[in-house]
């Protein structure tokens, strides 16, 4: 998944059954295809290694994007991501269970783009929601 951190819009997001380079390189393409981010653009995330190997790096790179990572053991570069995954679970996850794996995907689906991006307020956008405070600052 893929937030951005200015309007804590989800911009990409992808599922698999483990997290894997492929998954996480995905993701960062549709979001440069989707966001076309400038040159020096800074991308926060933990040190998984997904985020560390070379070809999404090199792909970083090519595009001009800055990699930030916190220190061993410290979460501040990917703390927004991780409120919105602490979110989602309570918001959605912990509430109910699905037969298929399709059909959580549906329900991610909708939250994300009928819930979160569209209506829910967050407090460091002044109580904006994410697709309503980019208007704003458009």
Not at 37 to 45: A, D, K, L, T, V
Request: net charge positive; aromatic share 10%; hydrophobic share 40%.
């Amino acid at each position: 998944m893929i937030l951005d951190l200015h309007s804590r819009r989800v911009i990409v997001w992808a599922v698999s059954n483990r997290m894997k380079r492929d998954l996480a390189i995905r993701a960062l393409k549709m979001a440069i295809a989707r966001r076309t981010p400038p040159r020096g653009c800074i991308f926060h995330s933990d040190r998984g290694s997904q985020y560390c190997a070379h070809d999404y790096q090199k792909i970083m790179h090519e595009h001009g994007l800055k990699a930030s990572m916190s220190g061993k053991g410290s979460c501040y570069d990917d703390a927004a991501v991780e409120t919105f995954f602490k979110t989602i679970k309570a918001e959605l996850i912990w509430r109910r269970t699905w037969e298929t794996r399709r059909q959580a995907e549906t329900a991610i689906f909708r939250y994300i783009n009928g819930f979160h991006n569209p209506c829910r307020r967050h407090s460091a956008l002044g109580g904006k929601s994410p697709l309503a405070f980019e208007r704003k600052v458009a």
